[in-house]
C-alpha cells in the first residue's frame, strides 16, 4: 500500500542536471556595511564571500537614498551609509504594496537635503567588478533606532 499520493519519478539524469539546493544554515540573511559588500571576493566555486570567509547568501543593508531612477522594468537606487555607495536595484512588479510604490515615488521627488532612510534585503552580484545588490525588498525606515541594527 502506497498511501495514494503522487510519487515523481527521478532518473539519476534527473539529479545530475539539477543543481544542488544550499542546506538552509547556509541560506542565511547577513547584516551588512556597504563597505563589506564591496570588499566581498569570489571563492573557487564562483560565489561571492565577505572578507572573513563567510559566504554571502542575502544581505541586509541600511542606508540613505541618495537618488533613483526608474525605468520600464525596473528601478535603480544609489543607497549610501556612511561606509560606501552601493547601486540597488529592483524589478518592478505591478502587485506590488502600496506602501512600496508611495516610497519609490517620495524617493524619486526628495531633494538631496532630505533624504529617506530605507533596509534593502537583497543579493549581491558582481557584474565585471561592479558590484550591484539586487533588491528583494526596499522599505523605508520610520523609526531611526533601526540605523543602529
Known sequence: GGGGGYQPQSSQNDQQQRPARKAYDEQTLIP?????????????????????????????????????????????????DGTGLIEAKQWL?????????????????????????????????????HKVLVAHSIRRITDLNAMTH
Open 93 to 129: 512588479d505591478d502587485n506590488d504594496c502600496s506602501a512600496a510604490i508611495a516610497m519609490r515615488q517620495e524617493a524619486q521627488q526628495q531633494p538631496n537635503e532630505h533624504m529617506i532612510y530605507v533596509r534593502v534585503i537583497g543579493q549581491i552580484k558582481d557584474y565585471n567588478q
Open 32 to 80: 551588512t556595511t556597504i563597505a563589506m559588500l564591496h570588499k566581498s571576493v569570489s571563492n573557487p566555486n564562483a560565489e561571492l564571500e565577505l572578507s572573513d570567509g563567510r559566504p554571502i547568501h542575502h544581505v541586509k543593508i541600511i542606508g540613505a537614498v541618495r537618488s533613483c531612477e526608474e525605468q520600464s522594468t525596473n528601478i535603480t537606487f544609489q543607497i549610501e
